[in-house]
């Protein structure tokens, strides 16, 4: 029987990782939360004190707003700067989300839902669609990994259009070799009915969006009903087919998830440009027109 | 160097030696060098043409000379060199000279919350950090057995100096210290340092010049090509067998309390044995495909299960499979590395209960590609060592023993019950399921010192250790965001910095080494000549061949032959960032992590962390 020479997994030692396990999911909540909460209450401090002065408090949360925003975009800057220590990217990443929630509420504080003028229409629109977009975006982000475990061994986006392809391959294959024999025909003629355009082409653009295994449970369930115009053979055939159509029907589950992960990411950083531009544009006209600041 | 087209450009294609170790090597030195011992004595004619004697001697030595004092080899560093002493002599210490400086700094270990912010901004730990601390804290094993020896004795003090702009480091007061440590004198004709360079491993102890020296460097490449020769074979495997042997008994901490008397007794009737072969890679691709049990039936055994206790079998290097017979296949209980003991529980439990009873081997040892063991026997065991022992440190009794004396416990009338064996808990080296030890083992991650592990249930596919990769290196990527999965656990195709990389063992140029303070492998794209042997040795496809491309993005082809010029490429593990690896720093999810698998506890850290 082995032993080992060292002393290790004590319990004195399995607390400690335990507390350390403790510190770091602490750690991803407890220093965004702190810092949102921080900034909430400067923000609504300044803007009592501006009001009681007599100030224009758009002023005070305007510039807050703006400044939230800046701390947003910082995220971007974090993921490219790899040489300097800035701190976990899960931490920034974590502050990003909380920040996100609180530049809603700072905005709420700056201006109503709906606002009047075309400009601030814009911007009010763009400011939505950044924060609806970066909402679903972290709702997919969340979902992604227990939804791309579902469908089996993850495989690389890039290695999916190869995959898909070779899975064409094999179903036409299988298709042709039972063609022509009375045994096996009718595996042929549904392939060339129901199947073949399930292989050669791509998905419908609502199942990208929100891809689901109706359309594999229909295929599927369509094969085993030609079981009985079959032989022992071509059963075989048909089981073989059926495993296509599942492993084609995971790569696409597979590609529409890794894809919407990416489209939704792509989507946030869009709209930030626009929006960057109306805000600037917004800034001027208000010091060009306000009455006071 | 010219221009063959607008994408293209046409070079000579490197070959060996065009970076020899010493580019001054003069001729006359190599002339000097052939006359002694023992390249005197060596046959040239096994050596081919166009690697003659000369050739090694010019390209892949060098002539260094040390001041008395001066540290050549220090344990703890990776060695890729053997050193031959030609003038002079030194010493070479077989205790460990450094004692632990207190306890080490342990992340975990933050007491107060101002201490885990600290934490939280504190630069990932560098690999080169976290091996060098682990370094220390080998020698530190070694020392502490030093330690409790001798407390009174002093910590040699090491200095560096620089002596017309080179730097040496040596040891202050040199007399005092080879009084104070056991150590071995070796002259000229002798070798050290090849025990390291031959295993690509960390050397086991300092060697210090004793008197004004000449040393011959020989860099593995040249060493490998030497072996040719036979006599030099035969002494290099001698000392190799002698020197390991001593040095892994004196550092291993169960022999700690025996006296000088009883460990050269234990010294004497110690075995060493080499089980496997060291370029296993090629067997074990082979073996790959084939069903688990048979792969296991091929493995060389160490020690059967329900087999007489003959030997306490100590691992020195390599890996080993620890298993029991399950039905009708076997279940991996553990992998066992440098430093583990198998059989101890067995002797002492024969030493404290059943003298006239003994117990056989619970377990059966298998041996992983290649092991280094040393086999000393039981009689030794029960009369000099495990006396010395205190009760606490000796393993817990065997309460229910699947092997006595008279073979099998578990009743053959019932199969189902011999089926359904569940190792018990207590008896377990790791926490680690069953079945991820079986994997590990199978797909042979026990050899990855920075494993890359990705949670699948956090990563989401971003891609973002891929870009981060590749902005770092010149826009490819090091790795690929795929490998082997064990659940929601992908254990990507990235270096692991292994430790027993056998991809170093074929390059011709040492292009591929280990480097000597951090432990990590990296490629010199300045002498990579292309050949493609680290990428084929590389067990786990880890290594990939890409074309070389000039700083205009323009690929390199060969001028005679107009086929592309290659080199190896493979992680790095970001050396050249202050920040640590950038694919773990760039993980938004948290999901990326380098882990040490080649010993249980990191992992098993890592998944109660994973599990909250």
């Keep these: 029987m082995a032993s080992k020479t060292q002393t290790h997994a004590s319990s004195a030692t399995t607390s400690v990782h335990a507390l350390a396990a403790q510190h770091g999911r602490i750690g991803c909540r407890l220093i965004p939360s702190a810092t949102v909460l921080v900034i909430w209450l400067v923000i609504r401090s300044l803007r009592n004190q501006s009001a009681a002065s007599l100030q224009n408090e758009a002023f005070v949360t305007g510039y807050s707003l703006a400044a939230i925003c800046v701390f947003l975009m910082l995220l971007g800057v974090r993921k490219r700067v790899l040489s300097v220590q800035l701190g976990r990217l899960a931490i920034w990443q974590q502050t990003h989300h909380y920040l996100g929630l609180l530049s809603v509420g700072a905005y709420a504080l700056h201006a109503k839902i709906l606002t009047t003028g075309w400009l601030e229409s814009l911007l009010a629109m763009s400011f939505w669609s950044i924060a609806l977009s970066g909402l679903i975006g972290w709702y997919v982000n969340r979902r992604s990994p227990r939804l791309l475990r579902a469908a089996g061994p993850q495989i690389l986006r890039q290695d999916i259009p190869e995959r898909t392809r070779l899975i064409a391959k094999q179903a036409l294959e299988?298709?042709?070799?039972?063609?022509?024999?009375?045994?096996?025909?009718?595996?042929?003629?549904?392939?060339?009915?129901?199947?073949?355009?399930?292989?050669?082409?791509?998905?419908?653009?609502?199942?990208?969006?929100?891809?689901?295994?109706?359309?594999?449970?229909?295929?599927?369930?369509?094969?085993?009903?030609?079981?009985?115009?079959?032989?022992?053979?071509?059963?075989?055939?048909?089981?073989?087919?059926?495993?296509?159509?599942?492993?084609?029907?995971?790569?696409?589950?597979?590609?529409?998830?890794?894809?919407?992960?990416?489209?939704?990411?792509?989507?946030?950083?869009?709209?930030?440009?626009?929006?960057?531009?109306?805000?600037?544009?917004?800034?001027?006209?208000?010091?060009?027109?306000?009455?006071?600041? | 160097m010219k221009t063959h087209s607008s994408d293209q450009i046409a070079m000579d294609r490197p070959v060996r030696w065009d970076h020899p170790l010493d580019p001054e090597m003069l001729t006359r030195a190599v002339c000097w060098i052939l006359d002694q011992p023992p390249f005197s004595d060596m046959n040239s004619d096994v050596f081919p043409s166009h690697s003659s004697l000369e050739d090694i001697l010019r390209h892949d030595c060098r002539i260094l000379r040390y001041e008395p004092g001066d540290i050549i080899v220090r344990e703890g560093d990776y060695g890729g060199s053997a050193y031959l002493v030609l003038r002079g002599s030194v010493r070479a210490f077989l205790e460990s000279l450094w004692q632990p400086r207190g306890k080490p700094t342990d992340s975990s270990h933050s007491s107060t919350w101002l201490d885990w912010l600290k934490q939280q901004f504190k630069q990932v730990p560098l690999p080169s950090q976290a091996t060098s601390n682990e370094n220390r804290r080998e020698g530190s094993r070694s020392g502490n057995q030093t330690a409790s020896a001798d407390k009174n004795r002093p910590t040699p003090l090491q200095q560096i100096e620089t002596v017309d702009g080179k730097s040496r480091i040596f040891l202050q007061d040199i007399n005092a210290v080879i009084n104070g440590f056991q150590s071995e004198p070796l002259g000229v004709g002798e070798i050290f340092g090849e025990m390291a360079a031959i295993t690509r491993s960390q050397h086991r102890y300092t060697v210090v010049a004793n008197s004004p020296t000449v040393v011959l460097e020989i860099r593995w490449q040249g060493l490998r090509m030497m072996r040719r020769d036979k006599t030099f074979r035969d002494y290099l495997d001698a000392r190799f067998r002698e020197t390991s042997l001593q040095t892994h008994l004196r550092e291993t901490p169960l022999l700690r309390f025996l006296d000088d008397a009883a460990m050269e007794k234990v010294i004497a009737?110690?075995?060493?044995?080499?089980?496997?072969?060291?370029e296993w890679f090629s067997e074990y691709r082979d073996t790959q495909k084939l069903d688990v049990q048979t792969q296991i039936a091929r493995e060389p055994l160490i020690a059967a299960e329900g087999h007489v206790v003959k030997d306490l079998i100590l691992i020195r290097a390599g890996f080993a499979r620890l298993s029991f017979e399950q039905g009708r296949g076997h279940q991996t209980v553990a992998y066992l590395g440098r430093g583990h003991v198998f059989g101890l529980a067995e002797l002492a439990h024969r030493f404290r209960y059943s003298a006239n009873n003994p117990l056989p081997y619970q377990e059966s040892l298998r041996a992983l590609g290649f092991v280094d063991i040393l086999r000393i026997p039981s009689e030794i065991v029960l009369t000099h060592i495990l006396p010395k022992i205190r009760n606490a440190e000796l393993p817990k009794p065997i309460a229910n023993p699947r092997y006595d004396s008279g073979g099998l416990v578990v009743s053959e009338l019932l199969p189902s019950s011999r089926e359904g064996y569940v190792?018990?808990?207590?008896?377990?080296?790791?926490?680690?399921?069953?079945?991820?030890?079986?994997?590990?083992?199978?797909?042979?991650?026990?050899?990855?010192?920075?494993?890359?592990?990705?949670?699948?249930?956090?990563?989401?596919?971003?891609?973002e250790c891929v870009k981060a990769c590749a902005s770092t290196h010149e826009g490819t990527p090091r790795f690929v965001r795929n490998g082997p999965q064990f659940g929601p656990l992908l254990f990507a195709h990235a270096c692991m910095h292994c430790t027993d990389p056998v991809c170093m063992i074929g390059c011709p140029t040492g292009a591929i080494a280990r480097d000597q303070d951090s432990g990590v492998i990296s490629i010199d794209l300045q002498t990579c000549i292309g050949c493609k042997t680290c990428a084929e040795s590389c067990p786990y496809s880890n290594i990939v061949m890409i074309q070389v491309r000039d700083e205009k993005g323009r690929a390199a082809v060969d001028r005679k032959t107009q086929l592309p010029i290659l080199q190896a490429s493979k992680c790095d593990l970001c050396q050249e960032l202050t920040t640590g690896p950038a694919c773990q720093n760039a993980c938004p999810h948290q999901a990326l992590i380098r882990i040490d698998t080649s010993e249980t506890h990191a992992l098993e850290h890592w998944l109660t962390k994973r599990a909250g």
């Excluded at chain 1, 025909?185 to 399930?198: G, I, K, R």
């Excluded at chain 1, 094969?223 to 492993?247: F, T």
Aim: net charge neutral.
């Design chain 2, 269 to 278: 009737q110690t075995n060493i044995e080499s089980i496997g072969e060291r």
């Design chain 1, 174 to 293: 299988l298709a042709l070799a039972s063609a022509g024999k009375n045994d096996t025909a009718a595996l042929a003629d549904h392939y060339l009915v129901l199947l073949s355009p399930f292989f050669a082409t791509r998905r419908s653009l609502i199942y990208r969006l929100s891809p689901s295994g109706n359309t594999r449970r229909r295929l599927v369930a369509g094969l085993e009903n030609i079981d009985r115009y079959l032989s022992e053979e071509g059963r075989n055939q048909r089981r073989e087919m059926s495993l296509l159509v599942q492993a084609k029907d995971d790569l696409d589950f597979q590609s529409a998830i890794q894809n919407r992960i990416r489209f939704w990411a792509s989507a946030h950083t869009w709209v930030l440009g626009g929006f960057l531009v109306l805000t600037t544009a917004h800034v001027i006209v208000a010091h060009r027109f306000a009455s006071s600041w």
């Design chain 2, 423 to 463: 190792y018990p808990a207590e008896k377990s080296l790791s926490n680690l399921e069953t079945s991820l030890v079986e994997f590990l083992v199978d797909e042979r991650l026990i050899n990855g010192k920075q494993t890359m592990l990705i949670d699948l249930d956090r990563c989401t596919g971003c891609d």
